[in-house]
């Protein structure tokens, strides 16, 4: 094959007409109604941001400085970042209601190779985001424990560190607490040091089987769940805002590297906004997906920004920036005001949250592979679907395991910066994808509109392209693993998957 065909072959589309089709012969079943997708969004959204990453965006860490109070301008400003990409996955999910959200919605507009790219981003978003909430889990699990020393065995309460953290994670507190590392965590052979987030790996297989006995199912644990969370959260706003002091907000802004700290808490915080776009990848699955996505999308993104906000003012009101536990910061507030039964509440309310977060990043994950898996570029036994749940069972063990083995050396802190230049990158597509649209099928029914077009997608590519660079000179390690990452995508491509996508183009006789 000369390079002339390759090039022709790497922007190939697949044309909307197309993509119709296939999703109307999808094995998948659809059960899901508005209020189901609005669970789902907002089980992705709210709690990996309010639980976990706020903390760290608040006080800074060692690579970024931190926002203080203003942390509520960096919420909003990805609240605005997100409102852009939101209206385009909206119109574009509205129009082309087929699983595998932004990497189904590129090769419609970009062609193959490029559709690969995206998808292969968007296991960072979805896989190695879940890396970050599962080990959020285990804190808020130890935690939880914590409340039954009384009750339960001081084994359990309070069982071998090497079991709740990766190697790294092991490494770092050793160093910061001048421990030897051979006294914390066994040998084997006497060589190989064995540390493992036991209770990540452990809900993460536990929510694996949830998701192979099917997605309606998977929504009513969610709801139960988001509920509990939603309770939490409101609770903490009623109860946390009688102990604000607003002499904790002054100074507002950060004293050193004011634009620096908001920007990046904008960066960092907006991991707690990762979710939404979840919503579409379940499009395959839902009864009335013209209808329910964009509404579902939208609905999600305006409630959580509601919620952020007003946790965020209230936290800073109680606690001093400098005072703030980055692990657990919501729990530890309601400990420094005396109210430390709430804060084993919010531990509970925080194991909910995170635990609905990682079922969604487990969905979106699968559906996205499945969708990769149809059109070839994974082997065809990856999307099997099980006879009787009629869920993708191959995809999903795969998807869980994924995590599972990435979460015995990934950072946190990295894993979520990781994800969060995977979800800029695919919302800088998405809007990309609705401006070609424009231009190429423009009679195409548009059960949605972006408002303002082509403003509003352009100034969601560059709110992202400003955020990814800005983060690409400051999260140094981070910055060198996504470029890494592209580039094993890229190999992945150019030696198995466009060599099976050519095969079954020589099957159905396509040229």
Known sequence: MNLKDISRNIIKKRSIDDLLATSKKSELKKTLNVFDLIVIGIGAVVGTGIFTIIGTAITGSAESAGAGPAIVISMILAAIACVFSALCYSEIAAMIPVAGSAYTYTYATMGEFMAWMVGWILMLEYAI???????????????FLKGFKNVLPDFVVNFPIWLRHDYRTMATLCDANNWDIHDKIPYLFGHIPFTVNLPAIAIVLLLTIL?????????????????????MILSFIVIGSHYVKPENWTPFLPVVHPVQGVLM????????????????????????????????????????????????????????????????????????????????????????????????YQLGTTRILYAISRDRFLPKSWRLIHKKYRTPHVMTWISGLIVIVCSLFMDLNISAALCNFGTFTSFVIICIAVLILRKTDPERPRPFKVPLCPWFPIAGIIICTVLIMYSLKTLKTSSS???????????????????????????????
């Open 129 to 143: 985001g879940n890396i970050t909430v599962a080990s959020a889990w285990t804190g808020y699990f130890v935690q």
């Open 211 to 231: 998701l192979v006995r099917g997605v309606k199912e998977s929504t009513r644990v969610a709801s139960i769940m988001v509920g509990v969370n939603m309770f």
């Open 265 to 360: 808490g904008t960066f960092l915080i907006f991991f707690a906004y990762i979710g939404f776009d979840a919503i579409s990848t379940t499009a395959e699955e839902t009864e009335k997906p013209q209808r329910d996505l964009p509404i579902a999308i939208l609905g999600t993104l305006i409630i959580c920004t509601i919620l952020y906000v007003c946790v965020a003012l209230v936290l800073t009101g109680i606690v001093p920036v400098d005072m703030i536990d980055i692990k657990a910061p919501i729990a530890h507030a309601m400990s420094y005001v005396g109210k430390d039964w709430f804060a084993g509440l919010i531990s509970v309310g925080a194991l909910c949250a995170l635990t609905t977060v990682l079922l969604v």
């Open 481 to 511: 693993y996504f470029v890494i990452w592209l580039v094993v995508g890229l190999l992945i491509y150019a030696f198995y998957g466009y060599g099976q996508k050519r095969l079954e183009d020589k099957k159905r006789g396509v040229e």
